[in-house]
């Protein structure tokens, strides 16, 4: 058995892609459980967010199933495969076990480090799991990815900084302020940039906001989306004492605020600090306001300036994580030899507990004058011999499974206990009697781009 991950995200598909392979959450079900019945998959997830849609599937060969999972999402979603196909990745053992780990690590995402996905990842294995779409091999597969993912954020400060402008509107806020709990906003202007980063600013505590724009129409329409105030922009600068923080990004061709402005805004507010925010290219706010006490300015490459270097603290602490994911990967492996030898053991155990009957049957024909008492101490003692002889072999072979030549290793352990016929009546040959172990295991000499059907490989 095999693992393969296929999808599709922000970096392989346009959103006028992505968005026409989205599933309503009502329909989850149907779809796992129709991905259930395309031929060879045994396992499968479906991970469905704006930014990817994700199908992973343990199959029992691994030609043709990313032709039948194409064919399941042209059927599905009713677009032809020539319009999807080149937007497509496949990965395959390893590579989709990695894949996998840095998803839900935050490596993979848009905003790297991010948290949204792992809480994503988990809710897509649990209702996999609820409609009985996971087994063996998954449900420790992505419990151990889960907990890798806690561990990344717990473990690291790869969330910890700001990674977008607005963020970083926040985060430099937060240095002046301490808490946005009460503090009233002014937006000049109702630029994309300027709404999102009053958004930021009400989820940490901001309460009130003023809009101000020079068509009062629209500054009612973006005033209605936080209950807030709506002005011309003439008004702003009277109101501008009330509040304390302004955002400005308007396009004007002149400052809509100038250092004089602020300064009769200021003698209405002595004590009280002001976090002027300029996203305007050209500026909006007059660059001598920045030296007025108690005034806080920053434009568009001061706050740039704190993401790229945020940006980089993420990826070292992103370093560190790819080591854990390593790490994980490796145990994972060695669980899928360790789980593979069961099959072995057990075919040991019951080798010999049927021996150890028929011999013990045998004697009591024999000696019929024994009585129960007799019978029970000679059944412990002659079982305990049989442990004991049986205690070493196993942990060796435990031991030696896990080993590189695991699978060798489980093959001459099988002759030289003759157990080969009994793993045949259970349906395997010895050397896949692990439960399919060496088949899951991770194939450390994957290639990518040998995929051999036309799909874009993407590198991880």
């Given amino acids: 058995m095999h693992v393969m991950a296929v999808g599709l995200n922000y970096r392989t598909a346009p959103v006028e892609v992505r968005e026409k392979f989205t599933f309503a959450e009502q329909d989850l079900p149907k779809a796992l459980a129709e991905l259930k019945q395309i031929k060879g ?17 343990v199959v029992d060969r691994l030609p043709m199933c990313g032709y039948f999972i194409r064919s399941f999402m042209e059927q599905w ?17 390893d590579q989709a076990i990695e894949h996998l780990f840095r998803v839900a690590a935050g490596l993979d995402s848009m905003v790297l480090g991010e948290t949204q996905i792992l809480g994503q990842v988990k809710n897509a294995f649990l209702l996999a799991q609820q409609e009985k779409a996971t087994g063996t091999y998954f449900n420790r597969l992505f419990q151990q990815v889960i907990t890798l993912g806690k561990r990344a954020h717990s473990e690291t400060s790869i969330g910890e900084s700001a990674v977008s402008v607005s963020y970083a509107a926040v985060e430099l806020g937060k240095r002046i302020f301490g808490s946005f709990s009460g503090k009233k906003v002014m937006i000049l202007g109702a630029g994309k940039m300027s709404e999102l980063t009053v958004k930021h600013l009400f989820a940490n505590g901001a309460e009130e906001v003023i809009v101000a724009n020079r068509t009062l129409a629209r500054a009612q329409e973006l005033a209605s989306k936080f209950n807030g105030t709506p002005c011309t922009m003439d008004e702003a600068a009277q109101r501008l004492g009330e509040v304390d923080i302004v955002i400005s990004s308007t396009g004007a061709e002149g400052y809509v605020l100038k250092s004089s402005e602020v300064s009769e805004a200021m003698k209405k507010r002595p004590s009280r600090p002001m976090f002027m925010i300029d996203i305007a290219v050209p500026r909006d706010l007059d660059p001598l306001i920045a030296g007025q006490a108690n005034v806080f300015l920053y434009d568009i490459d001061d706050l ?78 002659t079982r305990s011999i049989v442990n004991q002889m049986m205690h070493d072999p196993i942990n060796r072979i435990k031991e030696m499974a896990a080993e590189k030549n695991g699978s060798d290793a489980l ?29 899951h295991k991770v194939r450390t000499s994957s290639v990518p781009g040998k995929v051999s059907y036309p799909v874009a490989q993407m590198s991880v």
Wanted: proline share 3%; glycine share 4%.
């Fill in 41 to 57: 998959v045994l396992e499968a997830v479906l991970l469905a967010t704006c930014n990817r849609t994700e199908f992973y599937v």
């Fill in 77 to 93: 979603f009713g677009v032809p495969q020539s319009e999807f196909t080149q937007h497509l990745y496949i990965y395959e053992e």
């Fill in 304 to 381: 740039e300036g704190i993401v790229e270097s945020n940006l980089a603290m993420r990826r070292n602490e992103a370093a560190k994580i790819e080591v854990m994911i390593m790490q994980d990967m490796e145990a994972f492996a060695l669980w899928l030899q360790t789980l593979g030898v069961k099959p072995v053991i057990r075919a040991l155990q019951e080798k010999a507990t049927t021996i150890h009957e028929d011999t013990l049957q045998s004697l009591f024909n024999k000696l019929p004058e024994l009585d129960e008492r007799q019978r029970t101490v000679i059944r412990r003692l």
């Fill in 411 to 439: 093959d001459m352990f099988s002759q030289i206990f003759a157990l080969e016929d009994q793993l045949l009546e259970d349906g395997k040959q010895p050397s896949e009697a692990r439960e399919a172990g060496e088949e």
